[in-house]
């Protein structure tokens, strides 16, 4: 299927949920229950002129970000530990299990204990993360081919040639996945944090705010605001790792 | 200088080497024959040091470089063919010089494609080039030519013939042709399936 048909078959399907939208919001008649899609776009459009808003995009953006790039570290040097030695493996593998179970509002409820709720979606993004990239990062590193190590061995590959052509180019399918899911998580779960937590100018407190005057329009354009962001963050960050990808698989 | 002497190989009660010893001429391509199961590639593995035998001993020269074709072919399956060659050759050879030895084996339009991308021929042209632009002082090839059709097979015995002159080679195989074409001497391993 060509690109252009992809695109077509995607933008036919966004149309037609759009239409329902539409339809469901006339029918409803009610500003408070639904808005229509329409709508949405004109406040979303009123809003982005504003100060404010961009000021609550970096605030949350910032923190959400941060807490991901840490997440990604922490999850690759984790699963490095996990795969090197069985007794990390042993020590941290139920840890790992545990922060995959435990719901957002708990990690959310426990980090304003520690924290408070300026940084909270920092750590609440940080904590989502982490075990997606160690449990992604750990199955990359457990199906690497051990006769390309004894490869590397016998031609006597230098270090550094050895861990971008052998491992690095091994290991990115495994990061480019775990990252992109990773990315759109930590967005949900750090805009579901400040809600609870509600820090002075962030996204989440926006949101709490239209739940509190029953702006429906404006919930509706914040949480596209948020689509849109962290689809964008996505895409930049796939995209970056793409063309890493080429350059190792160049080398 | 290589040299094996004595060397026993057992996998549990199967004997596959039984205090093989022979000198291996240096500047010679010396080729070890035999059928499937008879114990080439464990030779070839010993001979490497990647297997430890259960007895004997190899003497090979100090910090002596050697170089290799597999079993199998061993390619870092997400770096470009180019990729996989320049990765044990460094910057000894430029992207144009690799393009041109890969054209040489019939691999002209795959310097620049990942080698998941590529036939099972084409991965062992690969890896044989991989192998042949190594530094090296002795090069053990096992079963180089594996999945190669008649006429590719003729154009790369005769690059490696011109690649290896005056090199040492082990050269692992189960037919007789390759032999006649490409080693100066012949072992041959006896035993059966």
């Known amino acids: 299927m060509t690109k252009v048909k992809k695109a077509l078959i995607t933008a036919a399907g966004i149309l037609f949920w759009l239409i329902v939208w539409q339809i469901a919001a006339v029918r409803l008649n009610s500003k408070i229950l639904l808005v229509s899609p329409a709508e949405v776009v004109k406040r979303l459009a009123e809003l982005v002129p504003t100060g404010g808003f961009w000021r609550s995009v970096l605030f949350s953006a910032g923190r959400i970000l941060l807490g991901f790039a840490l997440g990604l570290s922490c999850g690759c040097l984790l699963a490095w530990g996990m795969g090197k030695s069985r007794v990390i493996r042993a020590l941290l593998s139920p840890l790992i299990s545990a922060m995959k179970s435990i719901p957002v509002a708990s990690f959310t409820i426990l980090a304003l204990i520690w924290i408070g709720s300026k940084d909270l979606s920092v750590l609440v993004s940080f904590l989502i993360c982490v075990p997606i990239v160690c449990a992604n990062m750990l199955e990359g590193i457990d199906s690497l081919d051990p006769k390309l190590k004894e490869m590397s061995g016998v031609f006597k590959i230098p270090l550094g040639r050895r861990f971008i052509g052998v491992y690095l180019s091994q290991l990115l399918p495994y990061f480019r996945s775990a990252s992109r899911l990773a990315i759109g998580l930590c967005w949900k779960s750090g805009v579901a944090a400040e809600v609870i937590g509600i820090p002075d100018g962030s996204i989440g407190e926006k949101l709490f705010e239209s739940k509190v005057y029953l702006e429906t329009a404006d919930l509706f354009a914040w949480t596209l605001a948020i689509i849109l962001l962290s689809w964008l963050c996505e895409k930049v960050f796939v995209t970056l790792i793409g063309l890493l990808q080429r350059r190792v698989e160049r080398m | 200088m290589l040299k094996a002497v004595n060397i026993t190989?057992?996998?549990?009660?199967?004997?596959?080497?039984?205090?093989?010893?022979?000198?291996?001429?240096?500047?010679?391509?010396?080729a070890v024959l035999g059928k499937s199961g008879c114990g080439k590639s464990t030779l070839l593995n010993v001979l490497m040091g990647l297997i430890k035998p259960d007895g004997g001993e190899i003497l090979r020269g100090e910090n002596e470089r050697i170089s290799a074709v597999f079993q199998e072919d061993r390619l870092c399956e997400n770096l470009t063919a180019s990729a996989n060659i320049r990765l044990v050759t460094g910057r000894r050879y430029t992207r144009e010089q690799i393009a041109a030895e890969l054209a040489a084996v019939g691999l002209a339009d795959c310097a620049d494609k990942p080698v998941r991308e590529l036939s099972g021929g084409m991965k062992r042209r690969t890896a044989l080039l991989r192998a042949l632009l190594a530094e090296y002082d002795t090069l053990f090839l096992d079963e180089p030519f594996k999945g190669l059709d008649a006429d590719t097979k003729r154009i790369v015995l005769d690059y490696c013939r011109r690649k290896t002159e005056g090199k040492t080679v082990v050269f692992v195989?189960?037919?007789?042709?390759?032999?006649?074409?490409?080693?100066d001497e012949i072992i041959e391993l006896g035993a059966e399936d």
């Open chain 2, 9 to 30: 190989k057992k996998f549990g009660d199967n004997t596959v080497l039984d205090n093989f010893s022979r000198e291996f001429a240096d500047g010679r391509v010396t």
């Open chain 2, 173 to 183: 195989t189960h037919d007789r042709d390759e032999c006649a074409a490409f080693a």
